[in-house]
């Protein structure tokens, strides 16, 4: 499967009329992502007011990132855009409810960049296949479900890796067909996630030109994952001069032991030039990164990886 071209802040809101079962569910899936607990329709339609709103904004300044000449810097403005964070990526409701079913409310909220999670009881199995093969929900679970908690935060991990994908189809769309196949690789995919969470990356977006992931850690810094073929690298290697680096950083370079952060320094100002250990992500393919860590506005810094020696 393509690595998800975003990863999006994201929000659940679960609706259920038993406040006991709402109490059970703030214990099992808290942790998983932030999360609204409502009792009635009514709570969720004023909570939803403005999604479909933000979300048209949210994918217009995708659109100026995949359009723009310099993307970095229209990427830096989409993660200072406050509105992310009120983006709600998946609905779960329970389907009996005095007010208004389940299915029916799930209808009536099915806009773009919304995945939706119905509950059911043993009555409701065929009504439940019924919503889903008419599109009117995009998972259920069975109330009575065994370890319910954790077959939930399952359902809801692949609703946000689904919703990720939708959300960011333009920057997907965008991009170069060997870039493209690079990012179907389960070799790139993995040693990516890897990087990512090792770096506690709570959102990212992969850009196509320059070729990276430009993502969010939870330190509030922000980590740049240059990516790289080792032909490519070699050609950069004997660029780097105009760009000011010193004779070691170029050798590094030039020796496959370190990528440069050429497209930070040419895109945004107050970057220093600066080498980063490579990490391979696919000795097969020959895809190479190297993880560029700074602040906004500040000075890159980069942490050792794994096998990576100092420039």
């Given amino acids: 499967m393509l690595f998800p071209c975003m990863r999006a802040s994201s929000r659940i809101s679960f609706i259920d009329d038993d406040p006991s079962f709402l109490d059970a569910m703030v214990d099992a899936v808290a942790s998983v992502r932030r999360c609204e607990f409502l009792h009635h329709p009514g709570d969720l339609d004023r909570l939803y007011a403005e999604q479909e709103d933000l979300l048209r904004r949210e994918q217009q300044m995708l659109a100026r990132i995949v359009g723009a000449e310099s993307p970095l810097p229209a990427a830096l403005d989409y993660f200072a855009w406050p509105g992310r964070h009120a983006i709600f990526s998946v609905l779960v409701t329970d389907q009996v409810m005095p007010a208004e079913d389940g299915v029916s409310l799930c209808e009536r909220h099915g806009h773009f960049g919304l995945r939706r999670i119905l509950l059911t009881g043993a009555a409701d199995a065929d009504l439940a296949v019924k919503a889903f093969n008419q599109g009117a929900i995009e998972s259920f679970l069975p109330k009575q479900t065994r370890n319910l908690g954790f077959n939930l ?3 809801l991990q692949d609703q946000f ?10 920057l997907a769309m965008q991009m170069r067909r060997e870039r493209f196949a690079a990012l179907e690789s389960a070799d790139v995919s993995n040693a990516l996630m890897v990087i990512l969470g090792r770096g506690r990356v709570d959102e ?4 196509g030109e320059p070729f990276g992931v430009l993502g969010l850690r939870s330190d509030g810094r922000l980590s740049w994952i240059q990516i790289e073929t ?10 780097l001069a105009e760009f000011g680096w010193d004779a070691p950083g170029m050798a590094s370079v030039r020796a496959g032991e370190a990528l440069p952060n050429v497209e930070l320094v040419s895109q945004l100002d107050g970057i220093a030039p600066a080498v980063a250990p490579v ?13 560029f860590v700074f602040d906004w506005p500040g000075t890159v810094s ?6 990576g020696a100092a420039a």
Avoid: D, F, K, M
């Fill in 230 to 239: 080792r032909e490519g690298l070699r050609e950069l290697g004997e660029s």
């Fill in 161 to 170: 890796l689904h919703n990720s994908a939708e959300r960011g189809r333009q």
């Fill in 204 to 207: 990212y977006l992969v850009l």
């Fill in 153 to 155: 935060r399952r359902a």
């Fill in 302 to 307: 980069w942490r050792t990886l794994p096998g």
């Fill in 279 to 291: 990490e391979t992500l696919s000795e097969a393919e020959g895809v190479l990164a190297a993880e």
